[in-house]
């Protein structure tokens, strides 16, 4: 097929949302500071995913495997990222937002990788980086809200709010906070809420107890007052006040460690990224990490190779995620991640250069035990039509589930995804 002329961007008012009015909504309830004050310290937006703590927080021993869930907030595109250039009707119905043929990157025949993606090629090549296509949930949910939270719960038809990384951390015999973090801006994901300890917080230098940042001295002679006065409280406050001070220290490792944040692409996923390379690099127990990449909501404006959101984002996920990679140290070895939207976007593009709510999505996995530099899954093909969807045929929760049970070999698939009949798809070895 022939390559089309660049289309220049569209007119639009400036006023124009790029997203729905839903998106824009969470966006604006999850701005930094909607926590501050919370358990640890005046100023901060670390606080509990747990309504409460149900066991004092003591650090765990080395954690065998890490698993780090990117949530692509907002729905990506997952045609625009993993292009399935082999099949005809995806330029058919994006005559001006497809991306050309010419210009992908890992061609294999019939997907190909949008070339923002080059800064992951060294994982593809070195078979840490797979991707399975027309995933996502069993049933089609457009509501940002609703789908996050069925998403997250994973466990449809239970009436229980529960996430099912809460689950994970819960399946051995550790209580402590440091198992199940969230290096979140906003509120406690629902993967992580539940009936374990778990923790969030926006930046890991936040994990400490507030004094004037002018005089160590003096922060230190407030923290061993405060510690001191709480020491004999009996009551319920007294045991919220001792569990801040047990997170505290079991975190304080990771503060020790030298951030590296100058070296990721400047914004909040570069920022969280660096953040979890030092959690991971302190080895103090931590399971299983979440954290966020938002603005995929885009209904308009999402460009071609040189304009618009789309590349923009597509080079800052890719940036940050292989600096990520060579900032785990020897740690790397037992980091899994795992990034995955709420759902897709529409085979057909609008009239605002955009897409709207669609179903099937690609999921990306890389790291350690990856079978890589190839596709997963099964794919459906595209039709053409206003509502036309890419069809799911593989259950987001097969992709979750074969990670729980090959990297975290001790724990029953079905603990964490009850009523899951487990067909995994063979992209992870066993650990």
Not at 138 to 158: Q, T
Not at 236 to 262: E, Y
Request: charged share 20%; glycine share 12%.
């Amino acid at each position: 097929m022939t390559t089309r002329p660049a289309p220049s961007a569209p007119t639009l008012s400036s006023t124009t949302p790029t997203c729905c009015a839903e998106m824009a909504g969470m966006a604006a309830l999850s701005r930094r500071g909607l926590l501050r004050g919370g358990l640890v310290a005046a100023g901060t937006t670390a606080t509990f995913g747990s309504a409460v703590l149900t066991a004092s927080p003591s650090a765990a021993a080395s954690a065998e495997s890490v698993l780090v869930v990117l949530s692509l907030r907002g729905a990506m595109d997952g045609m625009s990222v993993v292009v399935p250039y082999g099949d005809d009707v995806y330029y058919e119905a994006r005559p001006r937002i497809a991306v050309p043929r010419t210009e992908l990157l890992a061609k294999d025949g019939f997907f190909g990788l949008h070339p923002r993606m080059k800064p992951l090629l060294p994982l593809w090549n070195g078979g840490e980086l797979a991707f399975v296509h027309a995933a996502g949930l069993p049933s089609v949910n457009r509501s940002h809200f609703a789908a996050m939270e069925e998403l997250e719960d994973a466990a449809p038809g239970s009436a229980r709010r529960e996430g099912w990384l809460n689950r994970l951390v819960g399946t051995d015999s550790v209580r402590s906070a440091t198992e199940g973090v969230g290096l979140i801006s906003g509120a406690a994901p629902t993967s992580l809420l539940g009936r374990q300890p778990t923790f969030v917080t926006q930046a890991i230098d936040d994990i400490e107890i507030p004094g004037p940042s002018w005089d160590a001295a003096r922060a230190r002679q407030r923290e061993r007052g405060l510690r001191t006065m709480w020491k004999g409280e009996k009551g319920v406050l007294g045991r919220a006040m001792r569990q801040t001070f047990g997170a505290v220290d079991d975190f304080a490792p990771a503060r020790r460690q030298r951030s590296r944040a100058a070296d990721y692409p400047q914004g909040d996923l570069g920022a969280a990224l660096a953040d979890a390379a030092r959690l991971i690099r302190a080895d103090i127990g931590t399971d299983v990490i979440t954290l966020d990449q938002g603005a995929w909501d885009m209904h308009s404006r999402l460009g071609t190779l040189e304009w618009g959101q789309m590349i923009r984002n597509v080079d800052e996920l890719a940036s940050a995620l292989a600096t990520f990679f060579s900032d785990l140290g020897d740690q790397r070895h037992k980091v899994t991640l795992v990034a995955l939207s709420e759902f897709g976007r529409r085979v057909e593009e609008n009239q605002n250069q955009g897409l709207d709510h669609g179903h099937g999505n690609v999921m990306m996995v890389a790291g350690a035990g990856v079978r890589g530099g190839q596709h997963y899954g099964t794919w459906p093909g595209l039709s053409m039509g206003v509502d036309s969807d890419l069809t799911v045929t593989t259950d987001y929760r097969q992709v979750l589930g074969e990670i729980v049970q090959k990297r975290f070999s001790a724990t029953a698939v079905a603990d964490v995804f009850p009523g899951l009949h487990y067909e995994p798809l063979g992209f992870l070895r066993q650990s």
